[in-house]
């Protein structure tokens, strides 16, 4: 499978799972995959997690981990699942934290996943606007490519409560459980 399609499977897969996601969505998304929790990784996190981890669910079910990228293993771990599954906050703080120097943090990735994107409008289950990915865009450009928070939309039908990690660092951190310990 080539990178545009897989890109676009991913973020199809996202469509699907997340309702009222906007453009804006999709960008945070390509965001995190590039930069992971980069914003995130000097502030304090444990009461931040311990909180999310406590908010009311929403009406679908959050899946323990949603991949972010189509080529490597970075990925949201929803809070709630994670607390119903065992997870403590003290272990997705540590995956966070051994995650964050992974990612590449490059703009220039950022940009070319977000032009391969627009390359990919057609292909996405939602229909987008490409005028509204231009102007977008230009947005992006003028803020140097800026990290952004999710559209109202988004929150509202989503009340995200999750962080960016590597999936095989929360691996790692998992205590071994009589059955099978690895993640989805």
């Given at each position: 499978m080539n990178q545009r399609?897989?890109?676009?499977?991913?973020?199809?897969y996202h469509l699907r799972l997340h309702g009222g996601m906007e453009l804006i969505d999709i960008y945070k998304l390509a965001y995190q995959s590039v930069f992971g929790p980069e914003h995130l990784f000097h502030a304090p996190m444990t009461h931040d997690i311990l909180r999310e981890m406590q908010t009311p669910g929403v009406t679908f079910a959050e899946p323990l981990l949603e991949p972010i990228s189509p080529s490597d293993n970075a990925c949201r771990v929803n809070l709630r699942t994670a607390r119903r599954q065992g997870i403590t906050h003290q272990i997705v703080e540590e995956a966070v934290r051994n995650s964050a120097r992974q990612f590449s943090r490059s703009q220039n990735t950022l940009c070319r996943l977000w032009s391969e994107i627009g390359n990919s409008l057609e292909s996405l289950e939602k229909r987008f606007n490409a005028e509204d990915f231009?102007?977008?865009?230009?947005?992006l450009q003028a803020n140097g490519f800026a990290?952004?928070?999710?559209?109202?939309?988004?929150?509202?039908?989503?009340?995200?409560?999750?962080?960016?990690?590597?999936?095989?660092?929360?691996?790692?951190?998992?205590?071994?459980s009589p059955a099978d310990s690895r993640l989805p």
């Open positions: 399609a897989s890109l676009a499977n991913l973020v199809n231009s102007r977008l865009t230009q947005f990290p952004l928070h999710h559209s109202s939309a988004y929150r509202r039908m989503n009340r995200p409560a999750y962080r960016v990690l590597m999936k095989d660092e929360l691996e790692r951190l998992m205590p071994p």
